[in-house]
């Protein structure tokens, strides 16, 4: 027995459920009956399994010989258990539990539950799908609901007739029962853990399979969107191939569905063979998307795909261990798109998005309210906080990072080992690597422990003596902490002028300081060589002076890198704004689009915590650094010129019309966002995004009617998605208002509205007032947002950095109970360091501008 009540006994385990569902989408419930085989490993009378929001309504032991012994049913809703008492004793060996239930498709975005949408027709239509992890398997039918306690699933589903049904197997039987349903059965699964398990039921169509190396693919997407399902396939087909040729080891499910569905809490889930997508990250149309748009596409495919492998065949032994599963498919993903698509430049994207990924990661990871990327995780509530920018973003570049220094092969080899070895069970993190040291014969584990298992990364400080790199490391603080002795084993790639000479040496740095001796003089020195290190640099003076002056010998994620450090140690106090103002004005030639993508969001920091004196002064400063490149590049696109420079295009427009606030940009934006909301084919669809920005952030009341009107009529999800973004960049309060008031109407769908609030509180002129609304309306807030989202929500509160608004925002949570406590932490430590950094730097800025 266990002392953890979120943690099931080990007495009795199962090894195969035969499902039988009956979904009514009409009334929002389901029926059930399920037979699970299991093993009682001692005699015993109480069997403890999970169960939530599901009456059970009779449960039966059955041995071999067919004698039967029924149970008395207790749930507990706190602990999500159902116990079963028997009339007698059940021996050792192996029994049948048969259960009857019942159970709600809930709007919750979680379980079994319901999403609706309106076809072609007009008509609404229901929609009954599935999300299970982490713990909500049990939402659907009584199981062994953790990760270690594997079995084989077989589903079965009677759904009307009509109506379109999916498992994660390929469907093997259907039989017409007469009444207007039918009985589907489907294959049954390897075996596997319980979130995995998937079914749809509902207006859906299919595309024909595609054989891909003997696996069939299909899309399925609700009905009257199968035209959108082209470009899926195509990445679909790629990704599979691809990533079975990498782990070398062929794809373990029996058929792979995409299936689209209207309503889901995250970007997509990993069921085998049943992969389930929100709309936006699955169906599109390639001519009015833009490049970022079907990049989104490809991520959320390749990244789901791997984890065929790395999640479903081989899975984490319990939830400390998800950090795992999902930085490696985050890491998978990038490479997947990288492999599909060079000219992309995908690791400069990883790198460079403000939003996302690396930089959001290493943003949290440098507050005192971070976390270890590995915890002990004892309730369903903390499972669900590791699903966050730690887990995926700093876990896919610490593992980035080992990659690069191993060597990709090595890398490859013990990844490829790990799968073999490991293949229908479970693991601890130690055992990957564990076949890391096999494959690439260094300590791997010592190196990485210190990566995962202590929050937090290294400031890496670098000075040159003669030929000597003089290194030192100590955590990297948004507000430091001189009583921080952390050390990490920091993996480093150096790369120097030697002598005139470009010279690159790999450094694995173990201490607090140490001494690099090179073949020469050093010239300059990058503390990041590559880009790929997941730590912050710092340079004197004279080193970052020296740099610049050869700037052009970096590459472009070198020059990113090196960016985004001095950005930080901004934020973090060690160096001034205006120091960072001075070095963009530098890269005003810089040809690469991410490097301006990062750039500009720094630029952003800075406007959204200076006063209203200043925004003058500090566009005029804007429109210095960004007016050369952005007539160089011009409105137009040019046939034969690289995607990244068009998507370089639709940022410097955003830039000169709302950081910089030109009055020629904004003119030329207007007509080209009315044209986009009147015949979205007709404009290039970066082009036209930028300039729907630029509209609504200068919006007017009939700019505003003609984005509701184009939101409500969108033919595709991307162009839906990008209107609804727009409406949220409205200043006006009586607009900012109706697009609050849309989040609790379902105007606004339940998976959109945190990210929508999130949006707008980050907003420089609107933000305090949506706060207001937040605060005022917070009761019904949670009774109408999906649980599942409302921490992202969170994500608005850095930007309110007024100190009488941010005082406010902290009397408010301190008074006020939440769910996702640790993410509220976070974010509002950093509304701390904005806060700090406001009234640091308001005065430097000031004269910065005025020089």
């Known amino acids: 027995m266990t002392d953890n009540p979120y943690r099931l006994p080990r007495h009795v385990t199962p090894n195969r459920y035969d499902i039988v569902l009956s979904p009514d989408l009409d009334n929002y419930t389901f029926a059930g009956k399920t037979t699970i085989a299991v093993d009682v490993r001692e005699p015993t009378s109480t069997v403890i399994l999970n169960a939530a929001e599901l009456a059970v309504s009779k449960a039966t032991f059955t041995n071999e010989d067919g004698s039967s012994v029924n149970a008395h049913i207790v749930t507990d809703e706190d602990t999500e258990r159902l116990t079963l008492t028997t009339t007698a004793t059940l021996a050792q060996g192996p029994w049948n539990l048969d259960l009857e239930f019942t159970g709600i498709l809930n709007d919750e975005l979680r379980g079994f539950y319901r999403a609706r949408f309106t076809d072609i027709d007009g008509t609404e239509q229901t929609i009954a799908t599935t999300q299970f992890e982490a713990t909500d398997a049990r939402r659907a039918f009584p199981c062994w609901d953790e990760p270690d306690l594997k079995a084989v699933f077989s589903i079965t589903l009677t759904v009307p007739s009509h109506l379109f049904a999916v498992s994660n197997g390929a469907e093997v039987d259907r039989q017409d029962n007469g009444n207007g349903t039918t009985t589907v059965r489907f294959a049954d699964t390897m075996i596997m853990s319980t979130y995995i398990v998937a079914f749809v039921v509902g207006p859906l169509e299919a595309t024909d399979p595609v054989d891909v190396d003997g696996v069939p693919f299909r899309v399925i997407a609700p009905i009257g969107k199968g035209h959108l399902t082209d470009f899926a396939i195509e990445a679909g087909v790629f990704c599979l191939r691809w990533l079975s040729d990498y782990y070398g080891i062929p794809y373990p499910g029996d058929k792979v569905d995409f299936i689209a569905v209207p309503d889901f809490a995250f970007g997509a889930m990993e069921n085998l063979g049943a992969i389930i997508y929100r709309e936006t990250a699955l169906l599109l149309d390639r001519d009015t998307t ?138 601890v993190t130690n055992d990957l690597w564990a076949a890391l040291d096999r494959a690439s014969g260094m300590p791997v584990g010592d190196i990485m422990n210190t990566w995962i298992l202590q929050p937090g990364h290294p400031l890496i400080g670098v000075s040159i003596r003669g030929n000597q790199v003089h290194l030192t490391q100590r955590r990297m603080l948004l507000k430091a902490d001189e009583t921080d002795t952390s050390i990490w084993s920091v993996p480093m790639q150096l790369k120097a002028s030697v002598n005139g000479e470009i010279v690159t040496q790999k450094y694995l740095l173990e201490s607090d300081s140490a001494t690099v001796e090179f073949p020469g003089k050093v010239d300059w020195v990058l503390g990041n060589g590559g880009g790929h290190g997941f730590y912050r640099v710092n340079y004197p003076d004279r080193e970052l002076h020296a740099l610049m002056g050869d700037v052009e010998a970096l590459e472009p994620l070198e020059r990113l890198t090196l960016l985004d450090d001095v950005r930080a140690t901004v934020v973090s106090g060690q160096n001034h704004a205006s120091a960072y103002l001075d070095l963009c004005e530098r890269f005003s030639d810089e040809p690469q689009q991410a490097v301006w993508q990062l750039l500009l969001g720094g630029l952003k920091e800075i406007k959204d915590i200076i006063s209203n004196n200043l925004l003058p002064a500090f566009e005029k400063r804007v429109r210095s650094i960004v007016a050369k490149r952005a007539s160089q590049i011009g409105w137009e696109p040019i046939a034969g010129e690289p995607d990244l420079e068009n998507l370089l295009r639709g940022d410097l427009i955003r830039a000169m019309g709302n950081l910089g606030n030109d009055p020629e940009t904004i003119a030329t934006a207007r007509p080209l966002a009315h044209q986009l909301i009147e015949d979205p084919a007709s404009v290039d669809p970066v082009v036209g995004q930028a300039s729907l920005f630029v509209l609504a952030a200068h919006g007017t009341d009939e700019d505003f009617v003609a984005l509701r009107n184009a939101y409500d009529n969108a033919p595709t999800p991307q162009l839906r998605q990008r209107y609804l973004q727009a409406l949220c960049a409205f200043d006006d309060e009586r607009f900012v208002t109706q697009v609050f008031e849309w989040t609790f109407d379902e105007t606004i769908r339940g998976q959109d509205a945190a990210w929508v609030v999130a949006r707008m509180l980050s907003n420089r002129e609107s933000g305090p007032i949506v706060w207001t609304m937040v605060r005022t309306r917070w009761n019904d807030l949670l009774e109408a947002y999906p649980q599942v989202t409302v921490r992202h929500l969170f994500d608005g509160l850095p930007s309110l950095s007024q100190p009488e608004v941010a005082a406010d925002v902290e009397a408010f949570f301190a008074e006020t109970e939440v769910r996702s406590a640790k993410t509220l932490a976070q974010m509002l430590e950093i509304l701390r360091v904005h806060v700090a950094l406001r009234e640091r730097e308001a005065d430097r800025i000031g004269a910065a501008l005025s020089a």
């Open 290 to 427: 833009s490049l970022a748009e079907q990049r989104r596409v490809i991520d959320v495919i390749a990244h789901e795909l791997a984890h065929m492998w790395f999640g479903d065949l081989v899975t984490m032994r319990w939830w400390e261990g998800i950090w795992l599963n999902e930085a490696f498919a985050s890491l998978m993903e990038m490479k997947t798109t990288e492999a599909m698509h060079p000219d992309w430049e995908r690791w400069l994207a990883f790198a460079a998005d403000p939003g996302a990924e690396r930089s959001d990661a290493l943003t949290v990871d440098a507050l005192a309210e971070s976390r270890s990327v590995e915890f002990p995780v004892a309730s369903p509530d903390e499972a669900n906080e590791m699903f966050d920018a730690l887990t995926y973003g700093k876990g896919s570049a610490v593992l980035r990072m080992i990659e690069q220094f191993l060597g990709g092969d090595h890398f490859r080899l013990g990844v490829a080992d790990y799968l073999r070895t490991h293949s229908y069970g479970n693991t």
